[in-house]
């Protein structure tokens, strides 16, 4: 069974709910990246840019020193090593060779922490595309350095002070635009979420991290590891870590999410706290009130700060095949921490969830191999960080 | 109670065209939605279009976003509206369909909900963000009930899919003026009638056009080749404007006189 099925359904998620006018786009980025993604000349240009530009193939590092601390065996998938800092890049530069070929001019695009929108406005730079970023005014003020940064690489950002005024409403207000903008531009989504076809793009995009994964990890141990663990915020590094391995039927999956200040409390943990709904293009769990209004998520890291998650993670959850879990906004101060003193690798906090959670699974799982991905570096948290410990004492 | 079928039959007999009034229940407070679709249905609107406020409008301009908004805020919900329409649906002797998003109506649950309006003498079911591909269930539970759906047609709606929209459409079909969202400023209407003339060649079900409509003059002009059109933004920022002033029912009242040709 190849999932999504024709209608961009993984089982009971995904889909296509949409208004009306979007519906021409959609058919149009399908229909293009069904033809285009078989084509060769698509395939060497992006794979130049992945490997040349990007830095691709990410190594796969051995942590020694936090494997010996924890009495675990944990290997890392370098994705913090890339251009732009984190995995984000795979995808920008994935779907702006796809806009490129479809003949757009200008590529519009959300961004919550502003990873995202770096990542396409450095991409937009290097192909000659206008570029513009729709950012929640909240997350303007949170993330200065990053909306300077996107000025620096020549896109416009463009401040949304609709709703919560944080990444749901730069999305919302980036289709906005699209439908309005159809014809001259390519709205490039930045995780897997929203309407078919972007979850099976930017899995499709991000699946590169699992198949050197794979093949690095055999190459290295001589087998498949027991586990993949990563952080699910949307859920694009985690898909594109898990998915060429779905059929290892051996290899258990975890997905952490975040808890924030408690899965009781403010979270954004979609897949552990929200229930069944619709939003934003996608069937899939949401965090909403009892009347479908849906609710502001929270975590201290800024790119796991979505009321929902891609469909195809809500599947993996109801099938069994992965298992989700969730790590609160001071235990991954902690991961943090423990990654940057044992191994001297700051990663992102997003990431730092994942890292944390190891250091719960350790105990009952001496010896096995647990392959992590290092999804982004963290310079870009060191405030956040430094502000969190403050308030802490 | 009145299907829309026949109000628009009736409105073919008078020569007229239909006029159709949006606003978002719980604008700007519950406890006002009563008095402000009576005073529709007194000014001389032939279908009331009532939408159910949500948090992430994506569909929509601004003017409809802050209205969604201050509903919200002010505590409109799913209940609050069965219970609020329950007391007028013997006075409203309109057509009145319900506007939402999906998820509000997924979380109720889809055949309780189409059960709920059918008691409070709502006619029609719009969803914005449930484009045919997805409206299998929801045509059939409708059907089953005696709702009528109503769906979009755009500018870039090939014909093929207009064919498709026009036999799952019940009512009548929402023309959707511009490719972009609600509240735009320009409307070209040479495009917009041989659109619709096209249109009419497929189907013979009513065809209204809605988006970017604020004067009398567009709304007489758009009557001569559709067969009704609808005002929303206009409306919402009329009452956005004006609900905190002295006698604001009656100067609404006033206002949607103005609009009707």
Partial sequence: MKLPDKRGYFGNFGGKYIPETLSLCLKEVEDSYRKIKKSSRFRKELNHYLSRYAGRPTPLYYARNLSDYLGIKVFLKREDLLHTGAHKINNALGQAVLAKFMGKKRIIAETGAGQHGVAVATVCSLLGFKCDVFMGEEDIRRQRMNVFRMKVLGAKVIPVRSGSRTLKDACSEAFRDWVTNVSSTYYLIGSVIGPHPYPLIVRDFQAVIGKESRSQILKETSKLPDYLVACVGGGSNSLGLFYPFFKDKKVKFIGVEASGLGLNSYNAASLLRGKLGVFQGTRTFVLQDKFGQIQNAHSLAPGLDYPGVGPEHAFYKTIGRARYVAVNDKEAVEGFDMLSRKEGIIPALETSHAIYYLKRMAPKNKNKVFLVCLSGRGDKDLDIVRNFKKSKK | ?261
Avoid: W
């Fill in chain 2, 1 to 261: 109670m009145i299907k829309i079928k026949d109000k628009f039959r009736q409105l073919q007999k008078l020569n007229k065209k239909a006029f159709i009034a949006y606003v978002p229940f719980g604008f700007p407070h519950p406890s006002l939605s009563r008095d402000i679709f009576l005073t529709l249905r007194d000014s001389g609107v032939d279908i009331i279009e009532v939408g159910i406020p949500f948090s992430d409008p994506l569909a929509d301009g601004p003017i409809i976003q802050q209205a969604s908004n201050l509903a919200l805020k002010n505590g409109a919900n799913l209940p609050l509206f069965f219970d609020e329409f329950n007391k007028i649906k013997d006075t409203v002797d309109i057509p009145v369909a319900v506007m939402s998003y999906y998820n509000p109506i997924y979380r109720f649950g889809l055949k309780k909900f189409i059960k709920k309006i059918k008691e409070i003498n709502i006619e029609a079911l719009m969803l914005v963000d449930l484009p045919l591909e997805e409206a299998e269930e929801y045509k059939k539970s409708c059907a089953e009930a005696g709702i009528d759906t109503i769906f979009f047609i755009t500018p870039t709606t090939s014909v093929e899919r207009v064919k498709r929209i026009a036999s799952l459409t019940e009512g009548f079909i929402y023309y959707i003026s511009v490719t972009g969202i609600t509240g735009p400023k320009n409307l070209q209407l040479q495009n917009l009638a041989r659109k619709i003339r096209e249109i009419k060649r497929i189907t013979s079900t009513p065809v209204c056009v809605g988006f970017g409509i604020h004067t009398k003059k567009q709304v007489k002009s758009i009557g001569r080749f559709s067969d009704g059109v609808v005002v929303g933004s206009e409306i919402v920022k009329f009452i956005a404007e004006n609900y905190k002033k002295k006698n604001f029912l009656k100067t609404l009242h006033k206002h949607i006189k103005t609009l009707i040709p």
